[in-house]
């Protein structure tokens, strides 16, 4: 099979996008894992409910896609809060892996609180981002693509400035790192918690939102994206912030370049890449080398 | 002089270990009070239960005259009391003066999106000059912004001082914050916390191994055994009370 440069550049810029969303939620998985230590099964239906939310807010409401995209993130966000002060809270002198079992109950009630409110048909969201290819020489591009890459970056930017620059950020940061030192700093953990479990919901809410304009909107559609930012997450070396995005933005272009060959085993790929690399390492591309 | 912190009747076990056995113990302000004894004889169990980590099965301690025990960490720290630990509980992947950013914070009680907003503000601004401050007075002012996994240990162990002093607190603990330092480092270490006192007028507890800081330092030791208070008094007459030696020893029959 022979590509044009073209070819290459629109499938790489496809697989950067995908790898963008991938990047939101496998940082999702990262900012909840750090702070609670759990691996958040329902981090996909965050995804599905920013989706929701937006086509909610974007066809039935009527506000422009700007106010509907923000306005969904915040409310996925909100309800991250509720279940941290809900379930999680009470949860918390239990194992750990007591909360894991959790947000797999939280994920089977929202998909069928989901599926009372929005239905079982696949949802379709208007091409906000228009769907006319852009040409540049002899670059064909699809303006959606550079939508969410752009969104992607500036959601991850303001995201990592959040933590490097702002106090609150860096007083989630030493929760993260101990969370016994960082109460004795007055910290009140317990509220830190309420906001690492906000902004990774936000996060996933966020790229659900993104991608609706792309895909159709079902109550089904967290299910695998939160496989595939799980499989991101690991595969940069999980409860590392740039290890979730170099993880996401690799399993897109490598799916997105497989799926060019062979399209059928597109999903396969990219679990097939994340076997391989964790035999190579085990802790990720950016993960420590040994166990 | 006034007590800065009363302790009654404490007791706090784990399963059926007795670890604080009915302890009372008054701290006058402005003193500098060591805490002494055999490895599990409770002292670090002390500090837990002084700082909210751990509830106590039964008795109070006062902070100031006010109840603090069962509170809360963060809000004991709001109170005023600042520790360190005995192993080293530094956030290892910020910088020095982040570490004691963090412990700058709580002088402040902003709402999240204030703090946000304040990012780049004179206030962030003058804490982080107050930060540098801090790593000046213990002499650190020279590694702020390495990642503080990087420093050496003995200045690992003055970094925790200065997040500790950055809480503002007017009781400050210490857990043996000699252990692992070379003889140098521990006599800059004895004038740093003295310095504690002296200049910043925060009122000292230590516990530590190192029988000559103390015996320099102390205004006034407590020996706990068994998580009993055996003696207490000023170090000259600590050091040769037979129940230290005991307590230290171990009893000869005769």
Redesign the interface.
């Known amino acids: 099979m022979q590509f044009s440069v073209s070819d290459l550049v629109q499938i790489i810029l496809s697989g950067v996008a995908m790898g963008s969303i991938y990047a939101l939620m496998a940082l999702g998985f990262t900012i909840i894992y750090n702070a609670l230590r759990l691996i958040n099964f329902a981090q996909g239906d965050m995804f599905m409910l920013g989706a929701t939310f937006g086509l909610t807010l974007f066809v039935m409401w009527r506000l422009p896609f700007s106010v509907a995209f923000l306005l969904a993130g915040l409310g996925v966000a909100v309800v991250g809060m509720i279940i941290e002060r809900t379930v999680f809270r009470p949860l918390r002198r239990y194992p750990v892996l007591n909360l894991i079992i959790a947000t797999i109950g939280i994920s089977i009630t929202l998909r069928a609180l989901a599926l009372i409110i929005w239905g079982s048909q696949a949802l379709l969201f208007p091409p906000v981002f228009g769907d006319k290819p852009i040409t540049v020489g002899k670059l064909v591009l699809m303006p959606h693509y550079l939508w969410i890459i752009g969104i992607a970056v500036v959601v991850i930017a303001l995201l990592q400035a ?1 933590f490097t ?4 950020g ?2 989630m ?2 929760t993260a ?2 969370r ?10 317990f ?1 830190m918690d309420s ?1 690492a479990s906000a902004i990774s919901a936000g996060l996933g809410g966020f790229g659900g939102v993104l991608i609706a304009p792309v895909f159709f909107v079902t109550t089904e559609m967290g299910a695998l994206a939160g496989l595939k930012g799980f499989a991101a997450a690991v595969l940069g070396g999980f409860g590392t912030i740039p290890g979730a995005i170099v993880g996401g933005l690799v399993l897109g272009v490598s799916e997105s370049l497989a799926a060019s060959v062979v399209s059928a085993y597109r999903d396969a790929v990219a679990f097939v890449i994340l076997i391989a690399v964790l035999l190579w390492r085990p802790g990720g591309i950016m993960g420590r080398k040994t166990r | 002089m006034a007590v800065i912190l009363d302790v009654r009747n404490l007791s706090k076990s784990f399963g059926g270990l007795v670890a604080i056995d009915d302890l009372s113990l008054e701290v006058e302000r402005g003193t500098i009070h060591a805490i002494i004894g055999p490895n599990g004889s409770g002292k670090t169990t002390f500090f837990n239960l002084a700082t909210g980590l751990y509830t106590p099965d039964s008795g109070e301690i006062l902070f100031e005259g006010e109840r603090i025990s069962g509170l809360p960490p963060h809000v004991i720290a709001h109170k005023g009391i600042g520790r360190t630990f005995q192993n080293l509980l530094l956030f290892g992947d910020m910088t020095a003066v982040d570490n004691v950013m963090v412990g700058l914070q709580c002088r402040n009680r902003y709402s999240l999106v204030e703090a946000i907003l304040r990012t780049g503000s004179a206030v962030t601004d003058q804490m982080y000059k107050e930060a540098t401050k801090l790593l000046d007075f213990v002499r650190l002012g020279g590694s702020r912004d390495q990642p503080s996994k990087y420093l050496s240990y003995g200045e690992q162990r003055l970094l925790e001082i200065a997040r500790a002093l950055g809480t503002n607190p007017r009781l400050i603990l210490l857990d043996e914050p000699a252990a692992g330092m070379n003889p140098q480092e521990t006599i800059l270490l004895t004038k740093t916390i003295r310095r504690i006192r002296d200049e910043l007028g925060v009122t000292v507890v230590i516990i530590e191994h190192d029988m000559r800081l103390v015996m320099n330092l102390a205004e006034r030791v407590s020996v706990l055994d068994y998580g009993r208070k055996v003696s207490e008094g000023p170090p000259e007459v600590i050091k040769n009370d037979p129940k230290v030696i005991e307590a230290y020893l171990g009893v000869t029959e005769e």
Do not use: E, H
């Open positions: 959040f620059l702002t106090l609150p860096k007083a940061r030493a790192q101990n016994d030192a960082a109460a004795l700093m007055g910290i009140n953990v509220r906001l």
